[in-house]
């Protein structure tokens, strides 16, 4: 007798199913994260402007807008209360935390968490 091997076809259905449903999560979460690296890349842009520590945060927040623009980055995503410049001593650091809703199958929806803070006077970022 000859040993087989192989897949069953319900064992394969199975299969298609698990990659099935990475795969969907995948396309549903891909764009999101390309959005938050538009966001961290303006950020960065930003950062390099010079004088960029002693604006106001409206203008700030103007030069942001401009910036995810070219990005791509939906403004609407992101509330203006969600963009904050801290001033302590003579560093300055510009925060922006905002969530995403993304509908995912029927009734289940993903929550994506998102918090940058670069510093604006110095040259590192965490």
Avoid: C, W
């Avoid at 960029?52 to 995810?68: A, D, P, T, Y």
């Avoid at 791509?72 to 410049?85: G, T």
């Avoid at 302590?88 to 929806?109: E, H, K, P, W």
Wanted: no cysteine; net charge neutral; glycine share 8%.
């Amino acid at each position: 007798m000859v040993k087989q091997r192989g897949i069953t076809l319900i064992g394969f259905a199975i299969l298609l199913v698990v990659l099935g449903f990475f795969a969907y999560a995948g396309m549903k979460l891909v764009p999101v994260y390309s959005e938050y690296m538009g966001v961290v890349k303006s950020m960065n842009l930003l950062k390099a402007e010079q004088g960029i520590g002693e604006k106001s945060v409206e203008e700030i927040r103007h030069m942001l807008n401009v910036k995810f623009d070219t990005q791509y980055v939906d403004d609407a995503a992101i509330p203006p209360q969600n963009i904050q410049l801290r001033k302590q001593g003579g560093a300055t650091s510009l925060r922006i935390f905002y969530d995403r809703r993304i509908d995912f199958i029927y009734n289940v929806d993903l929550l994506v968490s998102f918090d940058k803070t670069v510093d604006l006077t110095g040259q590192s970022s965490y």
